[in-house]
T-cell receptor, first 114, second 110 residues
Framework: DVKVTQSSRYLVKRTGEKVFLECVQDMDHENMFWYRQDPGLGLRLIYFSYDVKMKEKGDIPEGYSVSREKKERFSLILESASTNQTSMYLC?????????????FGSGTQLSVL | LAKTTQPISMDSYEGQEVNITCSHNNIATNDYITWYQQFPSQGPRFIIQGYKTKVTNEVASLFIPADRKSSTLSLPRVSLSDTAVYYCLVGNNAGNMLTFGGGTRLMVKP
């Protein structure tokens, strides 16, 4: 089975801190995604990547950046955390090459910004 | 982007069949329809996917009419463990964003 691992289950940070959320997948997937999930808003796509060193903006990229230096690892960066970035963050991966590849999700990181 | 509309919540009882409908009026030719299930404190997991007509697996069935502007996830004989949020996702991996709708919160009662 594909495993998508997010480095932290819970994080508490202070306003203005730089925050790194790490995600690693073990199935050699080309595509990786970062979503945030908020009550009543479902999952919203922040950034995605189709290859090493490539990134594309999703629906809500403001306040975030990403890094993909290795194929298996996709990092989400909050340059200066704010309270409105308190949320559940979900990482996902999928294979490239087929139009209907399914997403595999990690268990999520619940980030609280105080 | 094909946006989706689902009911916010549904209630059912154990042993009943549950049908959740998703509307996606501007679905594109290359888009597939995929359903995910999410339990509390977990990431969503794949249930079923289809392009047209009917698809069935060991967990659910997916019905897609000819115009593909909607789809219905059918869960046969639900149990308490089927209580979850169900997301309908329309899109593909070909350089397009995969956008989730708000999901349907299914509550199965004893």
């Amino acid at each position: 089975d594909v495993k998508v691992t997010q480095s932290s289950r819970y994080l508490v940070k202070r306003t203005g801190e730089k925050v790194f959320l790490e995600c690693v997948q073990d199935m050699d997937h080309e595509n990786m995604f970062w979503y945030r999930q908020d009550p009543g808003l479902g999952l919203r796509l922040i950034y995605f990547s189709y290859d090493v060193k490539m990134k594309e903006k999703g629906d809500i990229p403001e306040g975030y950046s990403v890094s993909r230096e290795k194929k298996e690892r996709f990092s989400l960066i909050l340059e200066s955390a704010s309270t409105n970035q308190t949320s559940m963050y979900l990482c996902a991966s999928s294979l490239e090459g087929q139009l209907n590849e399914k997403l595999f999700f990690g268990s999520g990181t619940q980030l609280s910004v105080l | 982007l094909a946006k989706t509309t689902q009911p916010i919540s549904m209630d059912s009882y154990e042993g009943q069949e549950v049908n959740i409908t998703c509307s996606h009026n501007n679905i594109a030719t290359n888009d597939y329809i995929t359903w995910y299930q999410q339990f509390p404190s977990q990431g969503p997991r794949f249930i079923i996917q289809g392009y047209k007509t009917k698809v069935t697996n060991e967990v659910a069935s997916l019905f897609i009419p000819a115009d593909r502007k909607s789809s219905t996830l059918s869960l046969p004989r639900v149990s308490l463990s089927d209580t979850a949020v169900y997301y309908c996702l329309v899109g593909n991996n070909a350089g397009n964003m995969l956008t989730f709708g708000g999901g349907t919160r299914l509550m199965v009662k004893p």
